[in-house]
DNA sequence: GGAAATATGTCAGTTTTGTTGACTTAAATT
DNA sequence: AATTTAAGTCAACAAAACTGACATATTTCC
């Protein structure tokens, strides 16, 4: 057997009873959101692991189709991560064409992402067997589960950005 | 300005509309769904942070407080990722004494999962702001929208494991 | 008009969390 | 006795985050 190392003492300190919520925590939506956006970024990922990118890209990909124009700060602070970590995946988008880069109107130091066709073409590619799995879970009857799940997901963001960046 | 090194053409390919759903493609669920579980792990990272642990240690800590007693396969399935993945953050579990192993009392093969105390209580600590979280999102009343939230998100995991582990 | 702040980019090094592939050990199964 | 299974381990590697320091162009502010 795996080498019994004797790290597997016996009889000590265990606790062998099920942590429960009692009221007190809600261990079945914790689960739930787990497994749900465990499985609900596995449709891109495998789309992704074809074409070399991976989930920041898709992400980056995502939000620049969503809000063409938008600057690299913008960016940022929707994804919250630093400038050096989006950095890499921004440059390896921009090179294969996915996304360019215009001067700010206004501001000459912004640089305005806007995606290429190709990156419309690979949002869209991602976003729709997300779109499936998310019709699919809300079945036949869509409207009331729409509404409920809708309100649940705005409150689960942190408050002070809901009005912010978009 | 930060070096234009003139991947900055101007007056090509760009695509300037937003991309919006039309019906096809459910982008206002996509968002919350992002947005509300970036901020979901924000809670328990912030006091992970403290300890020198990360995400894929919590999530050890959950599932085996959980579920006491579940072997190590069985952990497997449930987070989806490989053995060799699983055994660091395991081993470094087991050696700051939150996580112990037990041998299977009918298969010898097995290393069945257990909290220690300190275990027990760190995966309380690390669910009491999530849960915090939620029951804030639910607002006051609570009962017609948990019920949609539940139907929702158990729709949105892969049919086919939702009978399997947990 | 010059100093300071801002938006972006970049260099270099590190950490966390995942991967693949090959191999070992002990126990259970056939 | 041979095979399969549960778990562990070694080594190398990759993705995606991090920190800290610094450069450059532009805007803002006094």
Redo the contacts between chains.
């Keep these: 057997?795996?080498k019994k190392p004797d790290?597997?003492?016996?009889g000590?300190?265990?606790?062998?009873?099920?942590?429960s919520?009692d009221g007190?925590?809600?261990?079945?939506?914790?689960?739930?959101?787990?497994?749900?956006?465990?499985?609900?970024i596995?449709d891109p990922d495998a789309i992704l692991a074809k074409s070399g990118f991976g989930r920041a890209h898709h992400?980056v990909v995502?939000f620049v189709?969503?809000?063409?124009?938008m600057t690299v700060a913008d960016l940022l602070e929707t994804l919250?991560i630093t400038k050096q970590s989006l950095a890499r995946v921004l440059k390896q988008l921009?090179?294969s064409d996915y996304i360019?880069?215009?001067?700010g109107p206004d501001d000459?130091?912004q640089?305005r992402l806007?995606?290429?066709?190709a990156?419309?073409e690979l949002?869209?590619e991602l976003?729709?067997p997300?779109?499936r799995?998310?019709?699919?879970?809300?079945?036949g009857k869509e409207d009331?589960?729409?509404a409920?799940?809708?309100?649940?997901?705005?409150?689960?963001?942190?408050a002070r950005d809901t009005g912010g960046e978009q």
């Design positions: 057997m795996a790290g597997m003492k016996n000590d300190d265990a606790v062998c009873d099920r942590m919520g007190e925590i809600d261990f079945e939506m914790i689960e739930l959101l787990f497994f749900a956006y465990r499985d609900f596995s992400r995502h189709n969503r809000d063409p124009g919250k921009i090179d360019t880069q215009r001067e000459r130091r640089r806007y995606p290429t066709k990156g419309r949002a869209l976003a729709r997300q779109s799995r998310i019709a699919n879970a809300f079945g009331d589960m729409r409920a799940a809708v309100r649940f997901l705005r409150g689960m963001r942190n």
